[in-house]
T-cell receptor, first 114, second 113 residues
């Protein structure tokens, strides 16, 4: 039983297109996250939701819009894709936002913008 | 702001060698410290963590001790295996940062048979 799942695993698209990545967790966690990992493996947080409310919104272009329909889902929609958006995007979840909380990561979505 | 600095890789070792990956941090308040591991083609998973000074986290033969006086959390393993080849991330979660998890840049480890 997969704890944190993402779809699709691979996404290849043209510049200017709009695409979405979906994430679901079956751990009963209250908090979910989106991270971007670049080609050098540097991991940067983009957004975090707690009980469907946005609590972290880093400096991310407003072409990126997260949506949390319920506690178990956090989707990421990207408008007008650019070459620099190519990266691996990870969804993660944790029980809540406590300081010692472990984060559980999905398998990642590799986005390639041509 | 809060930050994590870890040694640059890649680190290449022979099987059964001793491993150390250095990690130092800057944080306001008293952070929790973590090591995550990312195997090829997978997401990150927690390797170990420590929540207060002098705590030692351990798992799968890996250990790290929370050193407040040197603001460090170095990862060690006495005898690495080929299957330990992965990218290792040091991370912290601190009250000053709203408990947002800050990750280091990652250190790639290659273990040769």
């Amino acid at each position: 039983d997969t704890a944190v799942s993402q779809t699709p695993k691979y996404l290849v698209t043209q510049m200017g297109n709009d695409k979405s990545i979906k994430c679901e967790q079956n751990l009963g966690h209250d908090t979910m996250y989106w991270y971007k990992q670049d080609s050098k493996k540097f991991l940067k947080i983009m957004f975090s939701y707690n009980n469907k409310e946005l609590i972290i919104n880093e400096t991310v272009p407003n072409r990126f819009s997260p949506k949390s329909p319920d506690k178990a889902h956090l989707n990421l929609h990207i408008n007008s894709l650019e070459l620099g958006d190519s990266a691996v995007y990870f969804c993660a979840s944790s029980q809540d936002t406590a300081r010692a909380d472990t984060q559980y990561f999905g398998p990642g979505t590799r986005l390639t913008v041509l | 702001g809060d930050s994590v600095t870890q040694m640059e890789g890649p680190v290449t070792l022979s099987e059964e060698a001793f491993l150390t990956i250095n990690c130092t941090y800057t944080a306001t308040g008293y952070p929790s410290l973590f090591w995550y591991v990312q195997y090829p083609g997978e997401g990150l998973q927690l390797l170990l963590k420590a929540t207060k000074a002098d705590d030692k986290g351990s798992n799968k033969g890996f250990e790290a001790t929370y050193r407040k006086e040197t603001t460090s959390f170095h990862l060690e393993k006495g005898s690495v295996q080929v299957s330990d080849s992965a990218v290792y991330f040091c991370a912290l979660s601190a009250p000053g940062g709203g408990f947002k998890t800050i990750f280091g840049a990652g250190t790639r480890l290659f273990v040769k048979a």
